[in-house]
Protein backbone atom coordinates (compact mmCIF):
# COMPACT_ATOMS: atom_id res chain seq x y z
CA UNK A 1 0.00 0.00 0.00
CA UNK A 2 1.16 3.72 -0.84
CA UNK A 3 0.08 6.09 1.27
CA UNK A 4 -0.04 9.82 0.25
CA UNK A 5 0.23 12.74 2.67
CA UNK A 6 -0.44 16.22 1.88
CA UNK A 7 1.19 15.53 -1.86
CA UNK A 8 -1.07 15.23 -5.44
CA UNK A 9 0.40 13.08 -8.29
CA UNK A 10 0.78 14.57 -12.08
CA UNK A 11 -1.20 11.20 -13.91
CA UNK A 12 0.52 12.27 -17.00
CA UNK A 13 4.11 11.76 -15.36
CA UNK A 14 3.34 9.02 -12.95
CA UNK A 15 3.75 5.58 -14.18
CA UNK A 16 3.10 2.13 -12.70
CA UNK A 17 5.01 -0.86 -13.75
CA UNK A 18 3.88 -4.48 -12.58
CA UNK A 19 6.83 -7.08 -12.72
CA UNK A 20 5.71 -10.69 -14.03
CA UNK A 21 7.77 -13.19 -16.03
CA UNK A 22 5.81 -14.04 -19.63
CA UNK A 23 3.83 -16.65 -18.02
CA UNK A 24 2.11 -15.10 -16.00
CA UNK A 25 1.35 -11.98 -17.74
CA UNK A 26 -1.93 -12.14 -18.92
CA UNK A 27 -3.13 -11.64 -15.20
CA UNK A 28 -1.86 -8.15 -15.07
CA UNK A 29 -4.59 -6.15 -14.22
CA UNK A 30 -5.37 -3.39 -16.72
CA UNK A 31 -7.58 -1.16 -14.93
CA UNK A 32 -6.46 2.04 -13.48
CA UNK A 33 -4.70 2.20 -10.04
CA UNK A 34 -5.65 4.70 -7.44
CA UNK A 35 -2.74 6.55 -5.15
CA UNK A 36 -4.02 8.57 -3.24
CA UNK A 37 -6.59 10.84 -5.17
CA UNK A 38 -4.69 10.23 -8.66
CA UNK A 39 -5.95 7.33 -11.18
CA UNK A 40 -2.95 6.07 -12.77
CA UNK A 41 -2.55 3.66 -15.84
CA UNK A 42 -0.58 0.25 -15.66
CA UNK A 43 2.30 0.09 -18.41
CA UNK A 44 4.20 -2.63 -19.89
CA UNK A 45 7.99 -0.47 -19.66
CA UNK A 46 8.64 2.64 -17.75
CA UNK A 47 11.27 5.33 -17.61
CA UNK A 48 13.98 6.02 -14.95
CA UNK A 49 16.67 8.22 -15.44
CA UNK A 50 16.83 7.16 -18.90
CA UNK A 51 16.68 3.47 -18.56
CA UNK A 52 13.15 1.67 -19.65
CA UNK A 53 12.65 -1.10 -17.23
CA UNK A 54 9.93 -3.69 -18.93
CA UNK A 55 7.62 -5.35 -17.12
CA UNK A 56 9.13 -9.04 -17.60
CA UNK A 57 12.63 -7.38 -16.57
CA UNK A 58 14.01 -8.89 -20.06
CA UNK A 59 15.55 -4.74 -20.58
CA UNK A 60 14.22 -5.32 -24.73
CA UNK A 61 13.00 -1.62 -24.72
CA UNK A 62 15.54 -0.40 -23.04
CA UNK A 63 17.84 -2.17 -25.65
CA UNK A 64 15.60 -1.04 -28.37
CA UNK A 65 15.43 2.94 -27.87
CA UNK A 66 19.40 2.92 -27.00
CA UNK A 67 19.86 1.00 -30.82
CA UNK A 68 17.41 3.47 -32.61
CA UNK A 69 19.28 6.67 -31.21
CA UNK A 70 22.31 5.22 -31.77
CA UNK A 71 21.69 4.35 -35.79
CA UNK A 72 19.96 7.90 -36.00
CA UNK A 73 23.33 8.98 -34.98
CA UNK A 74 25.33 7.13 -37.44
CA UNK A 75 23.22 8.50 -40.74
CA UNK A 76 23.84 11.86 -39.53
CA UNK A 77 27.18 11.35 -38.90
CA UNK A 78 27.64 9.55 -42.55
CA UNK A 79 25.94 12.51 -44.15
CA UNK A 80 29.70 14.38 -43.21
CA UNK A 81 31.62 11.31 -43.62
CA UNK A 82 33.81 12.66 -46.63
CA UNK A 83 34.44 16.19 -44.97
CA UNK A 84 35.98 14.52 -42.10
CA UNK A 85 39.38 13.17 -41.24
CA UNK A 86 39.25 9.52 -39.40
CA UNK A 87 40.34 11.24 -36.36
CA UNK A 88 37.61 13.52 -35.93
CA UNK A 89 35.08 10.52 -37.26
CA UNK A 90 36.62 8.52 -34.62
CA UNK A 91 35.33 11.37 -32.24
CA UNK A 92 32.14 11.43 -33.65
CA UNK A 93 31.67 8.23 -32.78
CA UNK A 94 32.85 7.98 -29.17
CA UNK A 95 30.94 11.13 -28.49
CA UNK A 96 27.05 10.24 -30.33
CA UNK A 97 27.02 6.90 -30.63
CA UNK A 98 29.54 4.69 -28.10
CA UNK A 99 28.87 7.07 -25.20
CA UNK A 100 24.91 6.09 -25.73
CA UNK A 101 26.21 2.61 -25.85
CA UNK A 102 27.95 2.57 -22.51
CA UNK A 103 25.20 4.40 -20.46
CA UNK A 104 23.77 1.90 -18.09
CA UNK A 105 25.79 -1.20 -18.98
CA UNK A 106 25.50 -2.29 -15.96
CA UNK A 107 21.68 -2.60 -15.99
CA UNK A 108 22.20 -5.27 -18.85
CA UNK A 109 23.92 -8.06 -17.15
CA UNK A 110 22.28 -11.08 -17.68
CA UNK A 111 20.03 -10.18 -20.86
CA UNK A 112 19.29 -13.05 -23.46
CA UNK A 113 21.90 -13.54 -26.28
CA UNK A 114 19.72 -12.11 -29.04
CA UNK A 115 19.70 -8.58 -27.36
CA UNK A 116 23.25 -8.89 -26.66
CA UNK A 117 23.81 -9.71 -30.49
CA UNK A 118 21.66 -6.32 -31.46
CA UNK A 119 24.22 -4.08 -29.65
CA UNK A 120 26.78 -5.78 -31.11
CA UNK A 121 25.52 -5.00 -34.42
CA UNK A 122 25.47 -2.03 -33.82
CA UNK A 123 28.83 -1.14 -32.33
CA UNK A 124 29.85 -3.50 -35.63
CA UNK A 125 28.35 -1.13 -37.74
CA UNK A 126 29.57 2.14 -36.00
CA UNK A 127 33.72 0.36 -36.61
CA UNK A 128 32.74 -0.42 -40.26
CA UNK A 129 32.12 3.38 -40.79
CA UNK A 130 35.17 4.40 -38.92
CA UNK A 131 36.95 2.74 -41.72
CA UNK A 132 34.44 3.13 -44.60
CA UNK A 133 33.96 -0.73 -44.67
CA UNK A 134 31.40 -2.90 -46.85
CA UNK A 135 28.53 -3.93 -44.97
CA UNK A 136 29.32 -7.72 -45.77
CA UNK A 137 33.14 -7.17 -44.11
CA UNK A 138 33.63 -8.66 -41.08
CA UNK A 139 33.88 -6.19 -37.77
CA UNK A 140 36.09 -8.60 -35.65
CA UNK A 141 39.12 -7.19 -37.24
CA UNK A 142 37.97 -3.60 -37.21
CA UNK A 143 36.78 -3.42 -33.39
CA UNK A 144 40.45 -5.54 -32.93
CA UNK A 145 42.35 -2.61 -34.36
CA UNK A 146 39.95 -0.03 -32.35
CA UNK A 147 40.76 -1.91 -29.16
CA UNK A 148 37.22 -2.14 -28.58
CA UNK A 149 35.60 -4.82 -26.05
CA UNK A 150 32.45 -6.76 -27.73
CA UNK A 151 29.44 -5.82 -25.81
CA UNK A 152 29.35 -8.72 -23.22
CA UNK A 153 33.05 -7.77 -22.23
CA UNK A 154 32.19 -4.20 -22.01
CA UNK A 155 29.34 -4.95 -19.62
CA UNK A 156 31.59 -7.08 -17.32
CA UNK A 157 34.38 -4.17 -17.55
CA UNK A 158 31.39 -1.72 -16.30
CA UNK A 159 30.88 -4.20 -13.71
CA UNK A 160 34.55 -4.21 -12.17
CA UNK A 161 34.81 -0.33 -12.33
CA UNK A 162 31.65 0.45 -10.48
CA UNK A 163 32.02 -1.24 -7.30
CA UNK A 164 35.82 -0.47 -7.06
CA UNK A 165 34.64 3.11 -7.16
CA UNK A 166 31.49 2.41 -5.02
CA UNK A 167 34.32 1.15 -2.28
CA UNK A 168 36.74 3.93 -2.96
CA UNK A 169 35.48 7.49 -3.78
CA UNK A 170 33.19 8.58 -0.78
CA UNK A 171 30.55 10.53 -2.75
CA UNK A 172 28.77 6.88 -4.26
CA UNK A 173 27.73 6.03 -0.88
CA UNK A 174 24.57 4.63 -2.79
CA UNK A 175 27.00 1.61 -4.19
CA UNK A 176 29.29 0.67 -1.18
CA UNK A 177 25.88 0.41 0.83
CA UNK A 178 25.28 -2.42 -1.45
CA UNK A 179 28.54 -3.96 -1.87
CA UNK A 180 30.39 -5.56 1.50
CA UNK A 181 34.00 -7.12 1.68
CA UNK A 182 34.16 -10.45 2.61
CA UNK A 183 36.90 -9.36 5.47
CA UNK A 184 33.85 -7.21 6.81
CA UNK A 185 31.82 -10.58 7.40
CA UNK A 186 32.56 -12.84 10.32
CA UNK A 187 32.30 -15.86 9.33
CA UNK A 188 34.78 -15.22 6.14
CA UNK A 189 37.70 -13.87 8.10
CA UNK A 190 39.06 -17.32 8.95
CA UNK A 191 38.95 -18.60 5.47
CA UNK A 192 42.29 -18.76 3.52
CA UNK A 193 40.07 -16.31 0.66
CA UNK A 194 40.35 -13.85 3.78
CA UNK A 195 43.71 -12.45 2.17
CA UNK A 196 42.11 -11.45 -1.07
CA UNK A 197 39.87 -8.33 -0.91
CA UNK A 198 36.89 -10.39 -2.81
CA UNK A 199 32.98 -9.38 -2.56
CA UNK A 200 30.48 -10.98 -0.97
CA UNK A 201 27.85 -12.20 -3.49
CA UNK A 202 23.93 -12.20 -1.99
CA UNK A 203 22.00 -15.12 -1.92
CA UNK A 204 19.08 -14.94 -4.44
CA UNK A 205 15.95 -16.71 -4.49
CA UNK A 206 15.60 -16.81 -8.10
CA UNK A 207 18.44 -17.24 -10.42
CA UNK A 208 16.23 -15.79 -13.22
CA UNK A 209 16.08 -12.26 -12.47
CA UNK A 210 18.21 -12.45 -8.97
CA UNK A 211 21.27 -13.54 -10.16
CA UNK A 212 20.93 -9.75 -12.66
CA UNK A 213 20.82 -7.22 -9.39
CA UNK A 214 24.00 -5.11 -9.20
CA UNK A 215 25.38 -6.62 -5.65
CA UNK A 216 25.23 -10.10 -7.48
CA UNK A 217 26.40 -9.20 -11.01
CA UNK A 218 29.13 -6.86 -9.53
CA UNK A 219 30.77 -9.32 -7.09
CA UNK A 220 30.09 -12.15 -9.50
CA UNK A 221 32.48 -9.69 -11.98
CA UNK A 222 34.74 -8.77 -9.56
CA UNK A 223 36.06 -12.14 -7.56
CA UNK A 224 36.96 -13.12 -11.01
CA UNK A 225 39.71 -10.86 -11.60
CA UNK A 226 43.36 -11.95 -10.39
CA UNK A 227 44.38 -11.22 -7.06
CA UNK A 228 46.69 -8.85 -8.08
CA UNK A 229 43.85 -6.65 -9.52
CA UNK A 230 41.62 -7.38 -6.66
CA UNK A 231 44.35 -6.11 -3.83
CA UNK A 232 44.92 -2.79 -5.92
CA UNK A 233 44.10 -0.06 -3.60
CA UNK A 234 44.60 3.04 -6.29
CA UNK A 235 41.76 3.74 -9.07
CA UNK A 236 44.77 4.44 -11.71
CA UNK A 237 46.57 1.28 -10.81
CA UNK A 238 42.99 -0.97 -10.84
CA UNK A 239 42.19 0.79 -14.14
CA UNK A 240 45.64 0.19 -15.82
CA UNK A 241 45.76 -3.91 -14.45
CA UNK A 242 42.06 -4.02 -15.86
CA UNK A 243 43.51 -2.19 -19.10
CA UNK A 244 45.96 -5.00 -19.49
CA UNK A 245 43.54 -7.67 -19.32
CA UNK A 246 41.31 -6.21 -21.71
CA UNK A 247 44.77 -5.74 -24.37
CA UNK A 248 44.83 -9.63 -23.42
CA UNK A 249 40.89 -10.11 -24.38
CA UNK A 250 41.58 -8.27 -27.50
CA UNK A 251 44.35 -9.09 -28.94
CA UNK A 252 44.28 -12.81 -27.97
CA UNK A 253 47.76 -12.54 -25.83
CA UNK A 254 49.23 -14.08 -22.56
CA UNK A 255 49.14 -11.51 -19.99
CA UNK A 256 52.76 -12.08 -19.52
CA UNK A 257 53.26 -10.74 -22.80
CA UNK A 258 50.98 -7.75 -22.45
CA UNK A 259 52.94 -6.66 -19.64
CA UNK A 260 56.46 -6.71 -21.73
CA UNK A 261 54.70 -4.81 -24.61
CA UNK A 262 54.52 -0.80 -24.14
CA UNK A 263 51.50 -0.51 -25.47
CA UNK A 264 49.73 -2.21 -22.10
CA UNK A 265 50.06 1.73 -20.43
CA UNK A 266 47.20 2.51 -23.29
CA UNK A 267 44.68 5.24 -21.52
CA UNK A 268 41.40 3.64 -20.44
CA UNK A 269 39.55 6.11 -22.97
CA UNK A 270 41.49 4.55 -26.12
CA UNK A 271 40.24 1.01 -25.07
CA UNK A 272 36.61 2.06 -25.08
Known amino acids: MILIIDKRLNPIKTEVLWCSTARH ?3 IPTRQIWVGN ?15 INADITMSTHITVT ?4 FAALRQICSVRRSLTQDALLTLIHSLVI ?22 SMQNAAARLV ?5 S ?31 HVPALSYLSETLHLSTEVDACRRL ?22 FPVAAACACNSLPPSVQSTSSMASFCLNLDSICLRIISSLTLDAILE ?6 PLQQLL
Open 25 to 27: RHQ
Open 137 to 167: EHATQLSRELHWLKVPERIQYWLRVLPFRGL
Open 99 to 120: TKLDFCYSVLAGVSESLMQRLQ
Open 38 to 52: SAVLSKRAVRDLRVY
Open 67 to 70: IRAC
Open 261 to 266: LSFCTV
Open 131 to 135: FSARR
Open 192 to 213: RSASMLTLVVPSTCRSTLGDLV
